[in-house]
C-alpha cells in the first residue's frame, strides 16, 4: 500500500510539472509572437487623408512620444527640427526620405521630429518612423502647441488658438511653430518637402535663403543663440505676433521673414541682401536651397539630369505643396537623389517611394 501510495504522488508531481512546464512554454510562444507582431519588420503605411480639423492638435489618447514640453528635452544648439502639423498620424515615405538624408549628411548633430499630433505606438514601431528609429541622431517628439508656446512672446497669442480660424491651419501652424523653436533652442530648421543633399554646417550658423528676387523662403533658416540670432529671432517673434493672418497663405511664413529683413537689411533690393547689408546675416542665393523654382517642379519628377549647378545645390525643395499627388518617375532626379541619400526609406518603399 505504502509502495503504491509512493507510486501515485510520484505520477502526480510529474504531471503538474509537465502542465507547468508546458503553461510556461505556451506563455513565452504567446509572449514573442505578440512582441514580434508589435517591434517587427516595418512595413509600409498609407496614409490616405489628414485630418481637417485643427482640433486634432490638441488630442491626447494612444500618444507614444514623448513630449517636447518636458524638462528632459534638451535639444543642443546646432540640432536640425522639422515639424509635421496635419495630424495624419505619422510621416510618409517623402518626408521620412527628408529626415533620414538630413541625419547622413550630419552624422554629429541631433536630428528633431516633432508631431503636433498623436502618434500611435504601432506607428511609431511598424512605420517607416522604425526605420528612422536606427539611426542614433534621430529623435521624434510631441509638441502641445499651448505649452510649448509658453513664457515666450507668443504664449498670449497661441493660447488664443489662432489657426482654428485659417484655411491653411497646417500650414499657418508649421509657420508659427517654425519661428517658436528656433527661439526657444536655436539650430537649423528645414521643411519635410526637402532633401539634403550635403552638409549645411559650412554655411554658418545664422542664414536664410531666398526664393527669388521678391521672397525669402522659410523652407530653411539657421539661428543661432548669439547676439545676431537672438536678434533675429526677437524680431521675428515680434513680426508674428503683430502681424499674424489667417486669411493669407503665405503672410506668416515667407512674408514674415522677408518683412523683418526688409527691416533689417539696408537694401530694399532683395538681390543685393547678404552679411555685408544685412548686419551679418547670411542671406543665400536660389541656387544654394530652391534651385528649381516651383515653375520648374515637374523637372524634379520626370527622367533626366539637373542642370550641373543645381547638382552643387545643398538641398532640393519639392513644392509638396504643388506635387504632392505627382509620381516620381524612375531614373527622375528625384528617384536618383532619394536613391543616393536616403537609402533606407527608398529600400523599403521600392516602387512605391513617393507614392
Known amino acids: 500500500m505504502h509502495s503504491l501510495k509512493q507510486s501515485r504522488q510520484f505520477f502526480l508531481r510529474r504531471h503538474i510539472i509537465i502542465c507547468l512546464t508546458l503553461l510556461i512554454l505556451c506563455s513565452v510562444t504567446i509572449y514573442y509572437i ?14 490616405e487623408s489628414v485630418n481637417t480639423n485643427v482640433s486634432c492638435h490638441d488630442l491626447e489618447d494612444g500618444d507614444a512620444l514623448p513630449s517636447a514640453e518636458d524638462a528632459e528635452f534638451l535639444p543642443r544648439p546646432n540640432s536640425i527640427f522639422f515639424h509635421e502639423t496635419s495630424c495624419k498620424g505619422g510621416l510618409t515615405s517623402r ?43 534621430i529623435k521624434f517628439a510631441r ?15 497661441v493660447a488664443k488658438k489662432p489657426f482654428a480660424e485659417s484655411q491653411w491651419w497646417m500650414e499657418h501652424t508649421s509657420d508659427v511653430l517654425r519661428y517658436l523653436t528656433l527661439y526657444k533652442f536655436g539650430g537649423v530648421y528645414l521643411d519635410t ?36 540670432g537672438r536678434r533675429l529671432a526677437d524680431a521675428l517673434m515680434n513680426e508674428v505676433k503683430t502681424t499674424y493672418r489667417p486669411d493669407i497663405w503665405i503672410h506668416n511664413g515667407p512674408g ?92 523599403m518603399y521600392g516602387d512605391r517611394f513617393g507614392s
Open 34 to 47: 505578440s512582441q514580434r507582431d508589435v517591434y517587427g519588420e516595418p512595413f509600409i503605411v498609407e496614409f
Open 193 to 228: 518637402d526637402m532633401l539634403v543633399t550635403k552638409s549645411l554646417t559650412p554655411l554658418g550658423h545664422n542664414w536664410v535663403a531666398r526664393e527669388d528676387n521678391s521672397w525669402v523662403n522659410a523652407a530653411a533658416i539657421a539661428i543661432s543663440n548669439d547676439h545676431l
Open 256 to 347: 514674415a521673414i522677408t518683412r523683418v529683413l526688409h527691416k533689417m537689411c539696408s537694401s530694399q533690393d532683395l538681390a543685393e541682401w547678404s552679411s555685408k547689408t544685412c548686419d551679418g546675416l547670411e542671406v543665400y542665393g536660389p541656387e544654394y536651397f530652391f534651385p528649381l523654382h516651383y515653375s520648374r517642379k515637374d523637372d524634379y519628377f520626370k527622367p533626366g539630369e539637373l542642370s550641373e549647378k543645381a547638382q552643387q545645390a545643398y538641398t532640393h525643395h519639392f513644392w509638396n505643396k504643388l506635387t504632392f499627388d505627382m509620381n516620381i518617375e524612375k531614373g527622375s532626379p528625384y528617384d536618383t537623389m532619394a536613391e543616393k541619400h536616403c537609402p533606407t526609406i527608398y529600400g
Open 95 to 137: 518626408q521620412a526620405c527628408a529626415v533620414e538624408s538630413a541625419a547622413r549628411a550630419h552624422p554629429r548633430r541631433q536630428i528633431y521630429v516633432m508631431f503636433s499630433a498623436p502618434v500611435s505606438e504601432f506607428i511609431y514601431r511598424r512605420s517607416c518612423i522604425a526605420k528612422l528609429q536606427q539611426f542614433k541622431n
Open 143 to 157: 509638441v502641445h502647441i499651448k505649452e510649448y508656446a509658453k513664457k515666450t512672446p507668443l504664449e498670449e497669442m
